[in-house]
C-alpha cells in the first residue's frame, strides 16, 4: 500500500483500468484519515496564522507559519489545504533570520494534499515553514453539519462571519496538518484583519487590537478544526468564575443588539462549571479562559471559543431533545457544546472512527447536568427518552485510518451506553472517581478508543471487552429473553456476541447474571422487569 500511494502522490500515469482507479481512491482515503508515512516522522508545535477576509467575494487570504520538530527521517512532508484554496509561497524560516524559499514546483501536489520534499529543506532541530495561501473557501450549507465558511448579515444587514469545519477539516480554509491525532503542543496564535472596524474574536485570550487586527493567543494544545475567527458587530461582558483551579475568566461576545439577552442567558454558565467540574474536575484550560461567543449557526465546540447560536432560550432551539420535560430547564448548547471542553479538547481520539468518546460522553454530561440541579431520578428518565431515539443503522465505531465516523448514534446511544456501564458498577462514588480520573490522567492528551475502553475496564475491574463489542462495534441491542417449561422459568442473553455476560438488576434490585445458556429463573415473577435504565430489549417467549 505505502508504495501505490507514493506512485500516485508522484503523479504517475496508472492506465484506466477500474482496479488502478480504486488504488488510487483508496490512497486518498488514507491520506486524509492515516498517520501515515508523510505524516508519522514530524510533530506540530505551534501554529501563527495571520488572516485577512474580503466579504464583498466571500476570499480569505493569509499566512500561518507551523513550526514543527522532525523526529525521524521521512522524504516528503505532508500537507493539507483543500480545493479551492490554494498555497501560493512556501518559505522556511531559519534560525539565523534568513528565509529559504521552497520553490512551489518543487512540492508535489495530489488533490487536497502537498508534499514537500523534505531534502529542499535545511536541518535544523525545530523547523518553521511559513505558508501563504489565499481562495474562496467553501461556503458552508448548513453549518454545522455541512460546514465550511458563514458569509452572512446579521440583524441589521452587517456582515456576520464564522467558520465551523470538524466533519470537513481545517484544511478546509488553511495549510495545517489535518489529522486529529497531533495537536501543536504549544498552542497557537491568531491575528486576524477586520473590515469596517468590525471585531474579530478567536481562541483563547485577546492580547492585543492594533488597527483593526485583533490577535488572539491559545497557550493549550488546541486541535486545528478548534481554530476558528468569528467576525461581526461584538459586544465584550465578563464574569470570573472561582474553581478547583482558582479564578476562571468568563468572556461573552455576542452581537450588540442581543447585550440583554445574553447577560440573562448566560447565568447558565457558572451552573454548568460548578456542575462539571464536580464531575469531571477542573476545567481543563484556565489558562486560555472560558469563552462563548454568538454565532450564526447552532453551535460548536471550538476550544475556549465556544460557538452559541441557540438564540437565548432553553432547550434545543426551544425543544427538549429528551422529551423527558427536563430538556427544557437549561440551554442545551452552553450545556452539550461546554461538555466537549472536557471530552472532545481536553481528552482528543486521534482518529474521528473514535468520535464515540467525544460525543457519548459529553451526551452524557446533559444528564449529570440534570442529576446535579435535578436529581439521578431525573437524569435517567432524560436519558430514557435518548434510548427511544436510537437508530442502530451502524456501529458507533467508525472505521480505522478511513477518515470515517460511526453512526450518529454515537450521541444517543453512545450516553445510554455509559448509563449502563454505571448501572452494572452500581457504584456512584466509583463512577464519579472514574470521569473525574479520565480527564486527569488523559488531561491535553490524544487517545484512541481502545485506550479508553482499556482504562475504563481497568478502573473498575469488569470484564468489559464483549460489552464494548456488543455497544461500539455492532448495531444489536441484547436480549434478555425468559421462558417457561415444565414449570420453571428460565433466562438468557440473546441477540449478542460472544461471551456477553452483563449481570442485569431488576425493577426489584434483584441481580441475574444471564449468559447465552438458558439458566433458571430464580423469581417466581416473572412479570419483574428489568431495570428501565439499561439499553437492553426484554423477550418473554410466554407472552
Known sequence: MRKKILLCLLGLNFGATQAQSDSISLAEKYLRGKNNHFRDFWDVKYYDLQLETHTENKSIKGEVVIDLSLDKQGRFLQIDLQKPMQITQVEQL??????????????????????????????????????????????????????????????KNRNWLSV????????????????????????????????????????GNLISKENDVYTWQVKNPINAYNITPNIGNYVHFSDTYHGENGEL???????????????????QVPMMLKAFEHWFGAYPFYEDSYKLVETPFLGMEHQSNIAYGNEYQNGYRGMDRSGSGYGNLFDFIIIHESGHEWFGNNITTEQIADMWVHEAFTTYSEALFVEYYYGKEAAQKYLQGYQRQILNDRPMQGVHDE???????????????????????????????????????????????????????DKTKLDLKAFFNQYLRTTQIPILAIKKEQNQYFYRWENCVDGFAMPVQLENKDWLQPTQEWKVLPQKDVDVLPNKNLLIQFKNYNS
Not at 94 to 115: A, C, E, M, T
Not at 256 to 266: C, L
Open 94 to 155: 531559519l534560525s539565523s533570520n534568513k528565509v529559504k524559499k521552497i520553490p512551489l514546483h518543487s512540492i508535489l501536489n495530489k488533490g487536497d494534499h502537498y508534499f514537500i520534499p523534505t531534502k529542499k529543506l535545511k536541518q535544523e532541530k525545530n523547523i518553521k515553514l511559513r505558508f501563504s495561501f489565499q481562495g474562496k473557501p467553501k461556503i458552508a450549507l448548513q453549518a454545522p453539519w455541512d460546514g465550511g465558511w458563514i458569509f452572512t448579515k446579521d440583524l
Open 164 to 203: 465551523a469545519v470538524q466533519r470537513q477539516g481545517a484544511s478546509l480554509w488553511f495549510p495545517c496538518k489535518d489529522y486529529q491525532g497531533d495537536e501543536p503542543d504549544r498552542g497557537a496564535m491568531i491575528r486576524v484583519k477586520t473590515e469596517k472596524k468590525q471585531v474579530a474574536v478567536a481562541n
Open 249 to 267: 475568566k468568563l468572556n461573552y461576545w455576542v452581537l450588540d443588539y442581543n447585550v440583554e439577552k445574553a447577560k440573562k442567558q448566560f447565568k
Open 403 to 457: 477518515h470515517q465516523e460511526g453512526s450518529v448514534d454515537m450521541y444517543n446511544k453512545g450516553s445510554c451506553m455509559i448509563q449502563t456501564l454505571r448501572e452494572w458498577m452500581n457504584d456512584d462514588a466509583a463512577f464519579l472517581a472514574l470521569m473525574r480520573g479520565l480527564n486527569k490522567d488523559f488531561r491535553h492528551k490524544i487517545v484512541t478508543g481502545a485506550q479508553i475502553e482499556c482504562y475504563i475496564e
